[in-house]
């Protein structure tokens, strides 16, 4: 079975600074997809980033980018230039290629943005 | 576009009585719903899957007598907590999909059982 571990239960990162998200996941298939949510305090699930992992380039969406080391099972999000409305839960998810559309989450790691 | 409504927002209701959720997806057909419940500072749990028509996939430990899933239309999941206490309490998220590896999430309903 899949699994998705975000180590960083908290953190914080001054506003304008960098942030780096860390999210390790296991699983035996070769072709998956990977995301990170935001959660918000009103709890709206947000995409923020998806990656595909036969694609060797990491995904960037604005301030948003990852690092996806597929032999080391790592997919860490960093947020570049952060803003106050960065602060929420951030969820590492895995979600298999095949026909189980199921997405597994990651505990979360909440993100506080220091002005 | 994809947006997916959940109503009510917030329930409040009383031990042992039923309370329905509803979730909608507005502006696409969604052919595969899914049920999450979320507990306070914790992750997502997903409950069970549902087709349109089809009866839903539960995960394990999800009581399927007392989550009642039905999936009537292409737009129109409801997840129905019968008999409903205390520790049923708890944030419940739906989320759509139509032949698409994304998920589209709702807004959440807040369920508080007295």
């Known amino acids: 079975a899949q699994t998705v571990t975000q180590s960083q239960p908290e953190m914080s990162v001054q506003e304008a600074e960098t942030v780096t998200l860390s999210c390790t996941y296991d699983?035996?298939?070769?072709?998956?997809?990977l995301f990170w949510y935001k959660q918000p305090p009103s709890r709206q699930m947000i995409l923020v980033i998806r990656?595909?992992?036969?694609?060797?380039q990491n995904a960037t969406e604005n301030r948003f980018s990852v690092n996806f080391q597929k032999a080391a099972k790592s997919f860490s999000l960093k947020i570049s230039d952060s803003q106050l409305g960065d602060a929420a839960m951030y969820f590492c998810a895995y979600r298999s290629a095949g026909k189980d559309d199921k997405i597994i989450f990651g505990k979360g790691t909440r993100l506080h943005i220091l002005p | 576009g994809a947006v997916v409504s959940q109503h009510p927002s917030w329930v409040i209701c009383k031990s042992g009585t039923s309370v329905k959720i509803e979730c909608r997806s507005l502006?696409?057909?969604?052919?595969?719903m899914f049920w999450y419940r979320q507990f306070p500072k914790q992750s997502l749990m997903l409950m069970a899957t549902?087709?349109?028509?089809?009866?839903?996939?539960?995960e394990q430990g999800v009581e399927k007598d007392k989550f009642l899933i039905n999936h009537a239309s292409l737009t129109l999941s409801t997840l129905t907590v019968t008999s409903a206490h205390p520790e049923d309490s708890s944030f419940y998220i739906c989320s759509a999909s139509y032949w698409s590896l994304l998920q589209y999430f709702g807004p959440g309903t807040r369920l508080t059982v007295t």
């Open positions: 502006d696409f057909q969604a052919t595969t």
């Open positions: 549902s087709n349109e028509g089809s009866k839903a996939t539960y």
């Open positions: 699983t035996s298939e070769s072709d998956y997809y």
């Open positions: 990656q595909e992992a036969y694609k060797q």
